[in-house]
């Protein structure tokens, strides 16, 4: 038996399909989802990874995405991730989201006093991170 996962931002669908795993950062910490799960609702961490391990022939790689924001929802073997943003680690163009960073960068120098990063601070942090940059 297996789940049936999607991963969804406002544009539109990033990933779906069956599932053996589905893995999430939560604002309480990491949840691991498998078959017979309890229903649960959880708010995905900022910058958090999501990583989906496809059910199927053995060797298939996971789908793995950064995320900002949003929720995940578990209810009879169907997880939903309902991300305000995401990527996927594959496709993160290090450039951009460098760029991207260093503007909000900027911008929480003016917000902010505790050093403390924002949440698009922490999402672009953590795209960087994903995509091999130790940054």
Same mark, same amino acid.
């Given at each position: 038996m297996t789940l049936q996962a999607a991963l969804v931002v406002p544009e539109g669908e990033l990933w779906s399909g069956p599932a053996q =795993? $589905? =893995? +999430?950062k939560t604002t309480d910490g990491d949840i691991g989802v498998l078959t017979g799960h309890s229903p649960v609702l959880g708010i995905l961490a900022p910058g958090g990874l999501v990583r989906i391990r496809p059910a199927g022939p053995d060797g298939e790689d996971a789908v793995e995405a950064v995320v900002n924001g949003g929720f995940l929802s578990v209810a009879d073997d169907r997880v939903s *991730? @309902? +991300?305000?943003? +995401?990527? @996927? *680690?594959?496709e993160i163009d290090r450039a951009a989201v460098q760029a991207a960073l260093d503007e909000a960068l900027e911008a929480a120098r003016s $917000?902010?006093?505790?050093?403390?990063?924002t949440a698009? *601070?922490?999402?672009?942090r953590a795209l960087l991170h994903a995509s091999g940059d130790g940054s």
């Amino acid at each position: 038996m297996t789940l049936q996962a999607a991963l969804v931002v406002p544009e539109g669908e990033l990933w779906s399909g069956p599932a053996q =795993i $589905v =893995i +999430a950062k939560t604002t309480d910490g990491d949840i691991g989802v498998l078959t017979g799960h309890s229903p649960v609702l959880g708010i995905l961490a900022p910058g958090g990874l999501v990583r989906i391990r496809p059910a199927g022939p053995d060797g298939e790689d996971a789908v793995e995405a950064v995320v900002n924001g949003g929720f995940l929802s578990v209810a009879d073997d169907r997880v939903s *991730v @309902l +991300a305000r943003e +995401a990527q @996927l *680690v594959p496709e993160i163009d290090r450039a951009a989201v460098q760029a991207a960073l260093d503007e909000a960068l900027e911008a929480a120098r003016s $917000v902010t006093q505790g050093g403390e990063d924002t949440a698009e *601070v922490s999402y672009y942090r953590a795209l960087l991170h994903a995509s091999g940059d130790g940054s």
